[in-house]
């Protein structure tokens, strides 16, 4: 936009203090020669307009014929205000501009103070002139309506306030997240120290937690399943044995349960504190996961021989005749499959799919079909399991209703996700790199993963009580926690 421009009459002043200074319509720079008409014809402008007729020697502005060049920048300095008493101002080709006191502002700019403000402007934003009071460890910004805030890269907006839980990085009271405490770990580029719980514990396989212990499994030449305190403090072995298998862990009343994974093999039960073990079902081939839901145990059988030879069973958690829900089932001659139950179903995986049925017995359908998955994990409102189909090196953990739907992907490009588990809040597995394993967690329904442990030795089982995650390195036979 253009300054106003041959005006013949006296200078008309635009703008205010503070609205990037005033101007001033001055004399046209005409020679005299060519501004007198004895005619009384017309006086053609710089921007080839009539701006007026000369009488006698005598130029007369005409009102409102002299326009600026609307095609024209705007000059931030010099015009964003115009007075309102300006008889030249510009033809409004919209609403009239916003104006107070005689002072009337270009379009994106308000008057505040006295002053032509940016409606973005963060000191005064939007026509009501809000101050947007930057938070700690972040900034303000104005979308021209209202105030909004984003972080400093290594804080998080909390619910208590912007960026007000302090550096996600290092901040042992906010590790990754807003309220994620490392207890009395360090916290290092976003990740807390884990608390050891447990060493020397060779091929260390299966592990279950409550309120009170971690429960874990060893294998080998020297089987055992053992416990100990969530904070750690020495192991209580349940069970030692030679010729076990101990391949899965499920804690109900009181009670250790356990699957012994050998071509005849048992699903027994062992008190919590030690005491004699007992079977609950036997001579089943290869047993192998285990879940457990109203008094019921579920558990998996594989031939290892047959991609079909896996079934799917139940049995009351005292003991009786085991109930065949699915048989049949394609699995993997080498690994075996993963069980979870949810509601009144009961998910398991198979070479190819992440298959269900009713917990009571009926047909076993693919609830996840070709999704190769590794394992699973249940709420009663949603199913998670890990996949991979694009193989180890980008697997995904993946999220669907039980009432089936679209497929929600809550990570990807993880490195063969092995083991996962839920809560109220969250999802949790490892990834299985000897070394390098890591422990993850992300909200239910998607958000951006974190980081829970790093430099793990191939953790293989994962568990969580109220407060704390637990997890198994096979590789070095160690049981670590952090705080969820």
Not at 140 to 151: E, I, V, W
Not at 159 to 171: F, I, M, P, R, T
Not at 232 to 259: F, I, K
């Amino acid at each position: 936009m253009t300054r106003f421009s041959g005006l013949l009459s006296v200078p008309l002043l635009v703008g205010a203090a503070g609205c990037g200074g005033a101007l001033s319509g001055g004399t046209p720079d005409i020679d005299a020669g060519d501004n007198t008409r004895s005619d009384g014809g017309a006086v053609t402008g710089a921007d080839g307009g009539i701006i007026g007729h000369a009488e006698g020697g005598i130029g007369h502005a005409e009102a409102g014929r002299g326009k600026p060049d609307s095609s024209a920048p705007l000059d931030a300095g010099d015009h964003d205000a115009i007075s309102s008493h300006d008889a030249g101002a510009p033809e409004a080709s919209g609403p009239p501009p916003p104006c107070d006191s005689g002072l009337c502002c270009q379009p994106g700019f308000h008057v505040c103070n006295a002053a032509c403000v940016d409606d973005t402007a963060p000191a005064t934003c939007g026509s009501s002139c809000t101050p947007c009071a930057a938070p700690a460890d972040g900034v303000a910004s104005c979308d021209g309506a209202s105030c909004s805030y984003a972080c400093n890269p290594g804080y998080n907006v909390c619910a208590s306030g912007c960026c007000s839980c302090g550096d996600v990085l290092n901040d042992p009271s906010n590790c990754g997240f807003c309220g994620h405490t490392c207890g009395s770990e360090a916290c290092v580029d976003g990740v807390c120290g884990s608390t050891t719980i447990a060493t020397d514990q060779a091929n260390a396989y299966a592990l279950a937690a409550d309120d009170t212990n971690v429960y874990w499994t060893t294998i080998g030449m020297a089987s055992s399943i053992n416990q100990t305190p969530v904070a750690g403090g020495g192991a209580t072995v349940l069970l030692s044995s030679a010729e076990e298998y101990p391949a899965a862990l499920a804690l109900v009343a009181g009670q250790v349960y356990w699957t012994d994974q050998l071509m005849d093999g048992t699903v027994s039960r062992v008190p919590i504190g030690g005491g004699m073990s007992i079977p609950v079902a036997s001579n089943f081939s290869y047993p192998g996961a285990l879940a457990a839901s109203s008094g019921t145990l579920f558990f998996t059988t594989n031939s290892f021989t047959s991609q079909t030879g896996g079934a799917v069973l139940s049995v009351p958690i005292s003991g009786g005749t085991a109930t065949t829900l699915a048989s049949n089932q394609e699995t993997s001659t080498s690994e075996s499959p993963s069980i979870a139950v949810g509601g009144n179903r009961v998910y398991w995986t198979t070479y190819s799919d992440v298959m269900s049925a009713p917990i009571g017995g009926g047909a076993a359908t693919p609830f996840a079909a070709m999704s190769y998955p590794s394992v699973v994990a249940a709420d009663g409102t949603n199913v998670y399991f890990t996949s991979l189909a694009l193989g180890e090196t980008n697997g995904a953990v993946l999220q669907q209703s039980a009432g089936g739907g679209s497929i929600i992907t809550l990570a990807a490009g993880q490195y063969y996700p092995n083991a996962i588990t839920v809560d109220s809040g969250r999802v949790y597995w490892t990834t299985g790199a000897g070394g390098t394993g890591t422990v993850v967690s992300t909200t239910l329904g998607g958000g951006t993963p974190v980081t829970l442990a790093v430099n793990q030795a191939l953790p293989a089982a994962i568990a969580v009580n109220s407060t704390t995650v637990f997890w198994a390195n096979y590789g070095d036979g160690s049981i670590h926690s952090v705080p969820k």
